[in-house]
């Protein structure tokens, strides 16, 4: 267990609707990431924040949105869905020490599938 | 655009053997390279990493081997078991671009008993 912690572990959904993924980062961890992972594409970056600020941006669509709390929990919005949106999505947190602050541990995701 | 290629896709080794999976990068800005674990319906967990100035690490009977000059980095699983039946992910930081993760494709490795 990484002490990241997401909710809803599934989700079902249909196509144009919105939805919202949530995610409460190690107790600590002041950065939380949000990836994708699906087979056609793999893991991939979607956005970083830290802190309640927005610090770097990957393949992230339009359609997607992100915010950090200021009690540090995340949610991912992710709207107008469509079926290529089917995939798990990840959070991961790191330690906000030096030494360890590259380290990302990630939770057990979201489970989306859009029908 | 693929950054990171990581091969084998699969794996099949017996218990007790060595599993090597390898990767190869493309941007000599990435400075940090941790390899995950990942089993059916879990998330990621990290498992080792490797800064570029360091050429080998070890932890238990994971070993990592970095060379710098062929952009190159490989996960050893020494007297590998049953329970490391998993998938496989290196991955890839530019730490100065921000700390986003750039995955290889993964490599799925069965440990038969």
């Known amino acids: 267990d990484s002490g990241v912690t997401q909710t809803p572990k599934h989700l079902i959904t249909a196509t144009g609707q919105r939805v919202t993924l949530r995610c409460s980062p190690r107790s600590g961890d002041l950065s939380v990431y949000w990836y994708q992972q699906s087979l056609d594409q793999g893991l991939q970056f979607l956005i970083q924040y830290y802190n309640g600020e927005e610090r770097a941006k990957g393949n992230i669509l339009e359609r997607f949105s992100a915010q950090q709390f200021p009690d540090l929990h995340s949610e991912l919005n992710l709207s107008s869905l469509e079926l290529g949106d089917s995939a798990l999505y990840f959070c991961a947190s790191s330690p906000r020490d030096r030494g360890n602050r590259y380290e990302q541990y990630f939770g057990p995701g979201t489970r989306l599938t859009v029908t | 655009q693929q950054q990171v ?14 599993s090597i999976i ?4 493309e941007n000599t800005a990435f400075d940090y390279f941790p390899w995950y674990q990942q089993f059916p319906g879990k998330g990621p967990a990290l ?6 100035d360091v050429s080998e690490k070890k932890e238990g009977r994971f070993t990592i081997s970095f060379n710098k000059s062929a952009k190159q980095f490989s996960l050893h699983i020494m007297d590998s078991q049953p329970g490391d039946s998993a998938t496989y992910f290196c991955a890839a930081m530019e730490k100065a671009a921000g700390n986003k993760l750039t995955f290889g494709g993964g490599t799925r490795v069965l440990v038969k008993p």
């Open chain 2, 5 to 18: 290629k990581q091969s084998p896709q699969s794996l099949i080794v017996q218990k007790g053997g060595i």
């Open chain 2, 22 to 25: 390898n990767c190869a990068y």
């Open chain 2, 47 to 52: 498992l080792i990493a490797i800064r570029p």
